[in-house]
Nanobody, 129 residues
Framework: QVQLVESGGGLVQPGGSLRLSCTSS????????IGWFRQAPGKEREGVAC????????YYPNSVAGRFTISRDNAKNTVYLQMNSMRPEDTALYYC??????????????????????YGKGTLVTVSS
């Protein structure tokens, strides 16, 4: 069973940084593509950073490119999202998501845009002064 647990959310000032973590005790995160998604009040969930399995190809939308970085630590079975130069519009509930069809060789950008089929419960990020 795929169970994902996010942590690291909180309150940060504009221009500040935050690192989110995603881990699982039931699932090996490097077996499939995985990513970070967010949903702000009144908006649809969107992918903000995704990484493929094995090769580690990444995808970021323009809204976060150059500010957010996704990475894996396979020894810790953890995926991170480093967020820098944060803006009030980054305020959202952030989810870790994976999909058992996003295997080695899959197009991670397409998977990120389409969304995944398993998500954690999310961690809240608030950017405010």
């Amino acid at each position: 069973q795929v169970q994902l647990v996010e942590s690291g959310g909180g309150l940060v000032q504009p221009g500040g940084s935050l690192r989110l973590s995603c881990t699982s005790s039931t699932f090996t995160l490097d077996d499939y593509g995985i990513g970070w998604f967010r949903q702000a009040p009144g908006k649809e969930r969107e992918g903000v950073a995704c990484i493929s399995t094995r090769v580690g190809s990444t995808y970021y939308p323009n809204s976060v490119a150059g500010r957010f970085t996704i990475s894996r630590d396979n020894a810790k079975n953890t995926v991170y999202l480093q967020m820098n130069s944060m803006r009030p519009e980054d305020t959202a509930l952030y989810y870790c998501g994976t999909d058992l069809s996003v295997v080695y060789g899959s197009d991670i950008a397409s998977a990120c845009l389409a969304g995944m089929d398993h998500y954690g419960k999310g961690t809240l990020v608030t950017v405010s002064s």
